[in-house]
């Protein structure tokens, strides 16, 4: 059987053999910023700088823990808060490890 793309194999019975493997830790390459990091990984730069307890840039060859995503990512827009887009500020807290909220910022829901 012939696959020529992602609909030709969900259409074929194959959805369940489908899957994308995100690796749990990265080495930075020269060059490379937090915010292009959590970029390739659809992650929030902020969760990122976490869950590494990073306090500034990046260097090359240093190794990063990717977290597990936990939801759908999200680009802030004016007029949008916590409670709106997590149900309570709680939830919001608990899904992207940050308090902060401002229009532009990538967030999971």
Known sequence: MRIKNFSDAYNKGMK?????KIPRYYKVKEG??????AAAFSLPPSLLIKE????GEVAAGEIVKLPIPCGNLYTV??????TLLSGS?????QKNRTDILYPGMK???
């Open 89 to 93: 500020a709680e939830k919001y807290r």
């Open 32 to 37: 490379q910023t937090v915010c292009e990091i």
């Open 16 to 20: 369940n053999q489908l899957t994308l």
């Open 107 to 109: 967030i999971f829901l």
């Open 52 to 55: 590494n307890g990073l306090t």
């Open 77 to 82: 827009q004016a007029g949008d808060s916590k």
